[in-house]
């Protein structure tokens, strides 16, 4: 199991990313892309695409998590 300064690290990433994203993933997601803005749409398209490189560099590149 991970050491809590992974649960920091996660916590301080996903503040920054709030921050330089101008709101959350569930704010953009939900409010913003049923309001059809392109600002929301672009970041909500852009959260889903890092999470899907981020699970397939973890499960296939880094050999998964232990």
């Known amino acids: 199991m991970p050491g809590p300064w992974w649960l920091v690290a996660g916590g301080l990433l996903v503040g920054v990313g ?6 959350c993933t569930s704010g953009h997601g939900v409010c913003g892309v049923a309001r059809g803005t392109r600002r929301s749409l672009v970041a909500t398209i852009t959260f889903v695409a890092t ?7 973890v499960r296939h590149v880094l050999g998964g998590v232990a």
């Open 18 to 23: 709030t921050r330089l994203g101008n709101g």
């Open 51 to 57: 999470a899907m490189l981020t699970v397939f560099l």
